[in-house]
């Protein structure tokens, strides 16, 4: 699929200096299946059969795979939260793996489509 490449990454504003194009390369198979899993649909194609992306697909990919390399979040799944005033750490709430903040704007689709 690699609707996403090295460069695209480079070019986002994370700060992914200490990461090497090789470690990002092979991450992004992954990180795409892994957005089709949570999609639950195949990407559309127009009638040339050139992809479709949808809206915020390659930011979200690059928040995956930041989330992989960040091996902070990989080794302390805790987050500061604040309730009723009063501020903790929790665990983060994930999907398929990942925080919710990084994969919650995928638009998922029901049933058995992929």
């Known amino acids: 699929m690699l ?3 090295v460069g695209d990454f480079r070019a986002s504003r994370f700060n992914i200096a200490a990461y090497t194009d090789d470690q990002i390369e092979a991450l992004i198979p992954e990180c795409e299946a892994d957005y089709l899993k949570i999609r639950n649909k195949e990407l559309d ?19 995956m795979i930041r989330f992989l390399l ?22 983060f709430r994930t999907q ?11 638009k998922r689709y029901s049933g058995r489509t992929i």
């Open 3 to 5: 609707g996403l490449s």
């Open 45 to 63: 194609t127009d009638d040339a059969d050139a992809t479709i992306y949808p809206y915020g697909y390659k930011l979200t990919i690059i928040r």
């Open 70 to 91: 960040d091996e902070a979040n990989r080794d302390t799944a805790l987050s500061s939260e604040q309730v009723d005033g009063r501020s903790g750490v929790g665990e």
């Open 96 to 106: 398929y793996g990942y925080p919710v903040k990084v994969v919650g704007g995928i």
